[in-house]
T-cell receptor, first 115, second 113 residues
């Protein structure tokens, strides 16, 4: 597709369940980023990938959060044993390369509600 | 570490008013600076950017100048329109964390007719 594609667009899950959020970046973009947007917290950086490797995982909120990227393309963010405070919009973004000044393009986000 | 501070909203203006949204930053290294906009019901999109000191980014009538001496990147528009109503985010990136964006908390702008 032409832009960053995320699925599902909306997810309601019960507390304690695991969820997987998928991101399909713009074709050819080697850098991929995950963010979380929640009311009162703004935009929180979670993790980035350069190719398939994630040099910086320090933004992941807890060990319940993990992410992987395969084939230098699709990425999956997994949240295990979801908690209500995980409710947020999870945004994926990509750029041509992880270099300064490159435009980072965002997907529309996956709205996660934990009940 | 890196951080961005922008003025808190919401900002409410009448159509054709002058807009300024202040943004200051703290960074290790030499950052690139960005303004992103999020229109109601839409995703984040780049509004403008500047990659070195004294550069001016501009788009859709908006402007911001990279001021290294004051570590600022204030967003301005001479005459706002109702369609400019959105949330505006100031951001920076450096070579740390693969040039991931560090965002400010966002400023909500409402323009009334």
């Amino acid at each position: 597709g032409a832009g960053v594609s995320q699925s599902p667009s909306n997810k309601v899950t019960e507390k304690g369940k695991d969820v997987e959020l998928r991101c399909d970046p713009i074709s050819g973009h080697t850098a991929l980023y995950w963010y979380r947007q929640s009311l009162g917290q703004g935009l929180e950086f979670l993790i980035y990938f350069q190719g398939n490797s994630a040099p910086d995982k320090s933004g992941l909120p807890s060990d319940r959060f993990s992410a992987e990227r395969t084939g230098g393309s699709v990425s999956t963010l997994t949240i295990q044993r979801t908690q209500q405070e995980d409710s947020a919009v999870y945004l994926c973004a990509s750029s041509l390369a992880g270099t300064g000044g490159n435009t980072i393009y965002f997907g529309e986000g996956s709205w996660l509600t934990v009940v | 570490g890196n951080s961005v501070t922008q003025m808190e909203g919401p900002v409410t203006l009448s159509e054709e008013a002058f807009l300024t949204i202040n943004c200051t930053y703290t960074a290790t290294g030499y950052p690139s600076l960005f303004w992103y906009v999020q229109y109601p019901g839409e995703g984040l999109q780049l509004l403008l950017k500047a990659t070195k000191a004294d550069d001016k980014g501009s788009n859709k009538g908006f402007e911001a100048t990279y001021r290294k001496e004051t570590t600022s990147f204030h967003l301005e528009k001479g005459s706002v329109q109702v369609s400019d109503s959105a949330v505006y985010f100031c951001a920076l990136s450096t070579s740390n964390s693969g040039y991931a964006l560090n965002f400010g908390k966002g400023t909500s702008l409402l323009v009334t007719p």
